[in-house]
């Protein structure tokens, strides 16, 4: 998961709106949350995806439990910290899934986060044919 400072900055405020504070340091507290964040731990990520629908930027949390055929991101071309890479395959369980590519590696996703990218390319795919 790639996610901007600015978006972070924007979470740990609305962290803090909801009445989370540091015990110590601040810089601490954030460093620990962007670890968590970054590492899957459940409650991080159910704060995140909360933060992201109050702010529209994902779908509500209903769309989370919709079904995907992870056959439909092989060959799909994605930039990951930067460097294009191309799903080879796809392992999906029922909250993450692993994905594999061509260029070699693999990573961690969220499903919800496939959701969004295949919910991109159906949309991109519908302005092209029109």
Do not use: Y
């Not at 704060?47 to 079904?67: A, S």
């Not at 594999?100 to 519908?126: C, T």
Request: proline share 2%.
């Amino acid at each position: 998961m790639e996610v901007s400072k600015e978006l972070f900055e924007q979470f740990v405020f609305w962290l803090k709106q909801d009445g989370l504070r540091p015990r110590k340091s601040e810089r601490l507290w954030k460093k620990t949350i962007f670890s968590r964040l970054m590492n899957n731990d459940k409650k991080t990520i159910e704060n995140w995806e909360d933060f992201m629908v109050d702010f529209n930027l994902k779908p509500k949390k209903e769309v989370q439990f919709q079904d995907f055929d992870e056959n439909c991101l092989i060959g799909i071309g994605i930039s990951i910290n930067s460097v294009f890479k191309t799903i080879r395959n796809v392992i999906k369980s029922e909250t993450m899934s692993r994905i594999f590519f061509e260029e070699g590696g693999d990573v961690d996703v969220l499903n919800i986060e496939l959701i969004h990218i295949l919910a991109i390319r159906n949309k991109e795919g519908n302005e092209h044919a029109k």
